[in-house]
Nanobody
Framework: EVRLVESGGALVQFGGSLRLSCAAS????????MSWVRQVPGKGLEWVSS????????TYTDSVKGRFTISRDNAKNTVYLQMKSLKPEDTGVYYC?????????????????????WGQGTQVTVSS
């Protein structure tokens, strides 16, 4: 059974930092790209960032470039999202997702149907 379990969400002030973690199990973690997607209040789902299976190629949506860093530890089956200089518009539920297609490539944008498993989400709230 594939499981993705996020943690690390919290209430932080404008300009603060958080690190989200996603512990994966039930599949060969090192063979798949992973992504973070957020649900922003009133705006729906938004793809945030992806990392390829080897962890050496990353992509980001424009609004988080330079502030967020995605990384992974394949020995620990965990993907991370380091978030700095947080803004109120970063508020939302952050989901860890598994890219359905096996391989080492990562794209600079995904359709949500390209993710076959999602975690339960972790809430990030940034106060102004």
């Amino acid at each position: 059974e594939v499981r993705l379990v996020e943690s690390g969400g919290a209430l932080v002030q404008f300009g603060g930092s958080l690190r989200l973690s996603c512990a994966a199990s039930g599949f060969t973690f090192s063979s798949y790209a992973m992504s973070w997607v957020r649900q922003v209040p009133g705006k729906g789902l938004e793809w945030v960032s992806s990392i390829n299976s080897g962890g050496y190629t990353t992509t980001y949506t424009d609004s988080v470039k330079g502030r967020f860093t995605i990384s992974r530890d394949n020995a620990k089956n965990t993907v991370y999202l380091q978030m700095k200089s947080l803004k109120p518009e970063d508020t939302g539920v952050y989901y860890c997702t598994k890219v359905e297609v096996m391989g080492s490539l990562v794209k600079d944008h995904y359709s949500f149907n390209e993710f076959d498993y999602w975690g339960q989400g972790t809430q990030v709230t940034v106060s102004s």
